[in-house]
């Protein structure tokens, strides 16, 4: 299975608050996770990537960061939030393979 | 740096038709590409990939057309159907560990 649950799915949120998006994905052990954002109209952007436990790799600077505290855990975050970080956000696990790529369902932030 | 665009923003086709969707790639060093579909308001999903050894490669109804020469990607859809309305996506691998995506074409089916 490369089952990828992703919360909340939907959450509006005003600048400043914190953030806190949650993703756990099922299958092999040690798989390749990402955070990708979208925003509306527009394509996907790299924000982070992780290899295992504890590693991340930020792909943009931003408000942003990452954290992937079990193997098949991975959070993204922010501190305060600002309007620009409005967007549709992709977690992603990779195949045994390691070449492809399976995205969540998303979550859709709205920075009011 | 390096970057995966598309030639049209938005295609619009008759149902029954076939649909050829377009990609261009600039990293030469990319050796597999992939394509997806995403419906409104869902994650994309993946259709089909090629890795560079192949210039084509078939699934079911869809066919990726890979030139290594100009470094085109294609994706066509035989007898496209409404529910193939969405933005394709095409992506590169570069290092292993990431995809780097194109911006997105819209195919609109009419019926």
């Known amino acids: 299975s490369q089952t990828i649950h992703q919360w909340p799915a939907t959450l509006v949120q005003p600048v400043g608050s914190p953030l806190s998006l949650e993703c756990t994905v099922e299958?092999?052990?040690?798989?390749?996770l990402y955070w990708y954002r979208q925003a509306a109209g527009r394509g996907l952007q790299l924000l982070f990537y992780?290899?295992?436990?504890?590693?991340i790799s930020s792909e943009v600077p931003q408000n942003l960061s990452a954290s992937r505290p079990q193997d098949r855990q991975f959070i993204l975050s922010s501190k305060k939030l600002l309007l620009s970080d409005s967007g549709f956000y992709l977690c992603?696990?990779?195949?045994?393979?390691?070449?492809?790529?399976?995205f969540g369902e998303g979550s859709w932030l709205t920075v009011v | 740096g390096e970057s995966v665009g598309l030639h049209l923003p938005t295609l619009s086709v008759q149902e029954g038709d076939n649909s050829i969707i377009n990609c261009a790639y600039s990293n030469s060093a990319s050796d597999y590409f992939i394509w997806y579909k995403q419906e409104s308001g869902k994650g994309p999903q993946f259709i089909i990939d090629i890795r560079s050894n192949m210039d084509k490669r078939q699934g079911q109804r869809v066919t990726v057309l890979l030139n290594k020469t100009v470094k085109h990607l294609s994706l066509q859809i035989a007898a496209t159907q409404p529910g193939d309305s969405a933005v394709y996506f095409c992506a590169e691998n570069i290092d292993g560990n990431k995809l780097v995506f194109g911006a997105g074409t819209i195919l609109r089916v009419k019926s």
């Open positions: 299958g092999t052990s040690n798989p390749n």
């Open positions: 992603a696990r990779d195949t045994d393979s390691g070449n492809t790529i399976y």
């Open positions: 992780s290899v295992g436990i504890g590693q």
